[in-house]
T-cell receptor, first 112, second 111 residues
Framework: GQQVMQIPQYQHVQEGEDFTTYCNSS?????IQWYKQRPGGHPVFLIQLVKSGEVKKQKRLTFQFGEAKKNSSLHITATQTTDVGTYFC????????????FGKGTKLTVNP | DAGITQSPRHKVTETGTPVTLRCHQT?????MYWYRQDPGHGLRLIHY???????DKGEVSDGYSVSRSKTEDFLLTLESATSSQTSVYFC??????????FGPGTRLTVL
């Protein structure tokens, strides 16, 4: 079945270092969404990418959607302690339904 | 945050007992979802609804049933809880082709 894979599963950085998480789908995606979940919290939507090769920025966060629309990345420049949490990517399930298939997430910890 | 609440927020129950979790929204969104979140598994879809009385199964639906009699309420029922259903349960809502908004979650422990 359709799979969305994320690497790494865990990442520990020193504050100020950069961080990148990668998302790979077994199928071509019409779009990809990214969510952040703070410790003890619920997932919160960050962004949606739709176009092949699309790049979007939100302050220190840069999101990319691959040319083949099967992979995506989230890059954080100069991490801060407020970036701590788990980052999930998600793509629409096959068949064009409103269901999302989530990656297992990358848990980021930041050492001050 | 979107107007979405879950109740109860915490529950401890015993194996074999029925459990119902409630999700309530004030956003009038068409779609509603139930996920479970377990370490190492991320978010897995249990059931979802695309309208009143319209529901469908997700990837981990065994042992769970749902009902949606009103736009604003989506109920998740464990007919006979098992220890493997100990988890954090999240409800989410969305409009077509848009992002999902998640509720605060319910932590369920089955002893």
């Amino acid at each position: 079945g359709q799979q969305v894979m994320q690497i790494p599963q865990y990442q520990h950085v020193q504050e100020g270092e950069d961080f990148t998480t990668y998302c790979n789908s077994s199928t071509t995606l019409s779009n990809i969404q990214w969510y952040k979940q703070r410790p003890g919290g619920h997932p919160v939507f960050l962004i949606q990418l739709v176009k092949s090769g699309e790049v979007k920025k939100q302050k220190r966060l840069t999101f990319q959607f691959g040319e083949a629309k099967k992979n995506s990345s989230l890059h954080i420049t100069a991490t801060q302690t407020t970036d701590v949490g788990t980052y999930f990517c998600a793509g629409p399930a096959q068949g064009g339904s409103e269901k999302l298939v989530f990656g297992k997430g990358t848990k980021l910890t930041v050492n001050p | 945050d979107a107007g979405i609440t879950q109740s109860p927020r915490h529950k401890v129950t015993e194996t074999g007992t029925p459990v119902t979790l409630r999700c309530h929204q004030t956003e009038n969104h068409r779609y509603m979802y139930w996920y479970r979140q377990d370490p190492g598994h991320g978010l897995r879809l249990i059931h979802y609804s695309y309208g009143v009385k319209d529901t469908d199964k997700g990837e981990v639906s065994d042992g769970y049933s749902v009902s949606r009699s009103k736009t604003e309420d989506f109920l998740l029922t464990l007919e006979s809880a098992t220890s493997s259903q100990t988890s954090v349960y999240f409800c989410a809502i969305s409009e077509p082709y848009n992002e999902q908004f998640f509720g605060p979650g319910t932590r369920l422990t089955v002893l």
